[in-house]
């Protein structure tokens, strides 16, 4: 099992007479509410998803994540994981200051200010996204942000409560879970969608060399159009449960949203599942993309500049079923024609069932499609 | 780019030296690689090198492992 990234994993959770101080003084510091994509990430950051981070960044480590892809020390990381002040916060606040951090009213996390500054947004854009297209939605995010920053440690004070939370698992979880199931090497895949047999083929494929897949969706905000939650969920339950051999599948969720920063966002997918225990990491076609923004293949292109990454991404070619062959197989294999293969297009299998018509058994399991059908609602509206 | 930034960005590299013999085999084996210059090229594979191997696992405390084996329990992970 790999080291966590950086070779520590984090956990800063407040816990017992500490907790109960920090709790009865909260009330008192100046608080800012964040919203469901930051409480993400202070849960992964407190829990050592995102290790080594223990906090948010600072100007420092933005600047070598934003132009050298990693952490001033030399660690890969791509992603820039940062708090924005609301504009009327900067001047009431000063270093060395606690920050109490709220989501949906309730106290979250405590920060301890190390640093308050401000850069500048369209570099941020730039850099992350490789567009300043405030089309982009992870563009957009970043504009909306005030300019100011606030860097510094933080403590969890109080785990967000969610509705899945019987599926939610910390790394230090999964690493115990990987090592009580004797697992020696483990693929992570990611997913936001219920499971097609291309998803089962490529899991399995992987399977055929490593002891176990953890399948890891991201539970987060939400585009219209797109799977709930709950449907994704139970389409794995039972896959996993009719499908799949007990002891070498894990489903479990992690909270996050979506960054649509393609190249840049599969290698953070990846360490999070580095950290989570994961020796190899399954990066899809436009892993992490959004509309025509990145190139088919640079979220796969990119993993070449970190031969020190410490998890092994598995490209595989696109799965699809051969009228011809009579089964699930890909480019490198079949020989028939285009005029033969039926496709796993997720934007096919969603126009059949919003027509209320069942994905075909070559496509999907029919108890996934079963699933999915008998929810009167299976998508975000 | 300020002329600040790029003192900045200086501060982030060094220069060592090599042997003129291996920078120039280097400077052959890059050609129609990515890779942009020699620096780039020792930049990676130094980086490969030091990579960390798999090593021990941190060992759980006592205490951490009798709560996640009750959670994992809880949860229907394990038996």
């Known amino acids: 099992m790999p080291r966590p990234h950086g070779g520590k994993l984090i956990e800063r959770i407040l816990k017992g007479k500490e907790r109960e101080r920090v709790l009865q003084e909260i009330g008192e510091i100046e608080r800012i509410d964040v919203d469901k994509g930051i409480a993400a990430d202070i849960e992964n950051i407190t829990k050592g998803v995102y290790s080594p981070l223990e906090g948010f960044m600072t100007r420092e480590e933005l600047e070598t994540v934003l132009h050298f892809k990693r952490l001033p020390n030399d660690l890969p990381w791509t992603l820039p994981i940062l708090l924005g002040l609301p504009e009327d916060k900067g001047q009431c606040l000063k270093e060395g200051d606690d920050l109490a951090l709220f989501y949906k009213n309730s106290p979250l996390a405590l920060l301890h200010i190390d640093e308050i500054y401000s850069f500048d947004k369209e570099e941020i854009a730039k850099y992350t996204f490789g567009t300043t297209d405030e089309a982009h939605p992870g563009v957009a995010r970043v504009y909306k942000m005030s300019g100011s920053f606030v860097a510094g440690k933080i403590d969890l004070v109080e785990e967000p409560k969610g509705p899945y939370d019987r599926y939610k698992l910390s790394p230090k979880e999964t690493r115990y879970l990987f090592r009580q199931k004797g697992w020696k090497t483990v693929v992570g895949f990611q997913t936001r969608n219920p499971p097609h047999l291309g998803h089962e083929y490529l899991q399995k494929t992987a399977l055929t060399f490593l002891d176990g897949v953890f399948i890891n969706p991201v539970i987060g905000t939400k585009k219209r159009g797109d799977f709930k939650d709950e449907v994704i969920l139970e389409a794995y339950e039972v896959l996993i449960e009719k499908y799949y051999l007990k002891n070498h599948a894990v489903l479990a969720i992690v909270p996050y949203e979506m960054k649509y920063a393609g190249p840049r966002e599969a290698v953070h997918h990846a360490i999070m599942r580095k950290n989570f225990g994961c020796t190899h990491f399954i990066v899809g076609r436009d892993h992490a993309g959004v509309g025509n923004y990145y190139k088919p293949y640079a979220a796969q292109e990119i993993f070449e500049e970190f031969p020190d990454l410490g998890i092994a991404p598995l490209f595989f070619k696109t799965f699809f079923y051969c009228r011809k062959c009579g089964g699930i197989t890909h480019e490198k294999a079949c020989p028939h024609g285009e005029e033969y293969r039926l496709k796993f297009s997720g934007t096919r299998i969603r126009e059949l069932i919003r027509r209320g018509e069942l994905p075909p058994k070559e496509l999907m399991r029919p108890e996934i499609a079963e699933i999915i059908m008998k929810n009167p609602h299976p998508f975000v509206e | ?79």
């Open chain 2, 1 to 79: 780019m300020s002329a600040e930034r790029e003192t900045e960005e200086k501060k982030k590299f060094t220069t060592i030296s090599i042997p003129t013999p291996l920078f120039e085999k280097i400077k052959e084996r890059i050609k129609g690689t990515g890779f942009t210059s020699v620096s780039s090229y020792v930049t990676y594979v130094l980086r490969e090198l030091l990579a960390e191997k798999e090593e021990e696992e941190e060992p759980f405390t006592k205490e951490d492992e009798e709560r996640i084996k009750a959670r994992l329990r809880a949860l229907g992970y394990i038996d």
